[in-house]
């Protein structure tokens, strides 16, 4: 099982950036895909996560920010991002639970300055 991130870059504060995550190499169910950062000097931490049933959850940070959804028909998530900020600088990871395994994308960098 392979996972795709792309869409990272810098955006100024106030900006907006949209990720996405494409599953491959996989025949089995994806139970939920979902989204994590890290910024430096920092443990990783979820921020967004979308079920099969399309349904989100979101920390308290991001939440009115941040929209994630799921094309199941391409094993595709996205993460729109909005109103970034600089807290929001990470890089962000993307992950899927296929039949109940969890798999780890590469990460992509996203900057936000002022």
């Known amino acids: 099982v392979q996972l795709q991130a792309s869409g990272g870059g810098s955006v100024k504060v106030g900006g907006s950036l949209r990720l996405s995550c494409s599953v491959s190499?996989?025949?089995?169910?994806?139970?939920?895909m979902g989204w994590h950062r890290q910024a430096p000097g920092k443990q990783r931490e979820l921020v967004a996560v979308?079920?099969?049933?399309?349904?989100?959850n979101y920390p308290d940070s991001v939440s009115g920010r941040f929209i994630t959804s799921r094309d199941s028909a391409k094993n595709t998530a996205y993460l729109q991002m909005n109103s970034l900020e600089p807290e929001d600088t990470a890089v962000y990871y993307c992950?899927?639970?296929?039949?109940?395994?969890?798999?780890w994308g590469r990460g992509t960098l996203v900057t936000v300055s002022s």
């Open positions: 979308i079920t099969n049933a399309g349904t989100t």
């Open positions: 992950r899927a639970l296929v039949d109940f395994e969890g798999f």
């Open positions: 190499g996989s025949t089995g169910t994806i139970n939920l």
